[in-house]
């Protein structure tokens, strides 16, 4: 039974829109490229199997560096 992480990220700003991404990943980093400037980030991350997914952690909110 191999799991894997599902990374689930959005802008603060566009969470009205209910815009987000999502990566899907075995290793337990991940990079995340492409983010606007000055720009608040909400990530929450959880792990799935072949048999079940987990519970979303808590929310992270980053916020990147200005240009």
């Known amino acids: ?6 990374l ?5 700003q566009d969470q009205r829109d209910q815009s987000y991404s999502t990566v899907k990943t ?10 606007k400037p000055g ?3 909400v990530f929450q991350i959880r792990t799935s199997s072949s048999q079940d997914f ?13 240009e």
């Open 26 to 35: 075995p290793l337990t980093t991940v990079t995340v490229y492409n983010l």
């Open 39 to 41: 720009t608040v980030y």
């Open 1 to 6: 039974m191999c799991s894997v992480f599902l």
């Open 54 to 66: 987990g519970s979303y952690s808590p929310t992270i909110e980053v916020e990147t560096l200005g």
């Open 8 to 12: 689930l990220f959005f802008a603060l």
